[in-house]
Nanobody, 126 residues
Framework: QALLEVSGGGSVQAGGSLRLSCAASGDTYVGGCMGWFRQAPGRERGGIAAINSAGSIDYSDSVNGRFTISRDNAKNTLYLQMDDLKVEDTAMYYC????????????????????WGKGTLVTISS
């Protein structure tokens, strides 16, 4: 069993930046893929960025070019650097991990991810 602890949410104005962290503990071989997902009010949870253990990365179109996912395997920690934030980025953000999926698969199969952290709220004001 893996435990994923998310930190770094908060409130900023549009155009600002935030950095999220996701520290893994317990069963730290969380496997092939770790990713970030978000759920805005009234919308389904969806993948926005994922990275596998070899460093292959995929982004959703909505964040590509503004968000950067990275992974420090030595620290068992996943990061999401969010720049040029927009009001529509307001959502609850989650970290998840899966032993088998590729990064591309993870973006479109949130419900199939093996492990989930608790969400952190990101609020962007205009």
């Amino acid at each position: 069993q893996a435990l994923l602890e998310v930190s770094g949410g908060g409130s900023v104005q549009a155009g600002g930046s935030l950095r999220l962290s996701c520290a893994a503990s317990g069963d730290t071989y969380v496997g092939g893929c770790m990713g970030w997902f978000r759920q805005a009010p009234g919308r389904e949870r969806g993948g926005i960025a994922a990275i596998n253990s070899a460093g292959s990365i995929d982004y959703s179109d909505s964040v590509n070019g503004r968000f950067t996912i990275s992974r420090d395997n030595a620290k068992n920690t996943l990061y999401l650097q969010m720049d040029d934030l927009k009001v529509e980025d307001t959502a609850m953000y989650y970290c998840a991990a899966d032993r088998w999926m590729t990064s591309a698969q993870a973006l479109n199969n949130a419900d199939a991810m093996d492990y989930w952290g608790k969400g952190t709220l990101v609020t962007i004001s205009s």
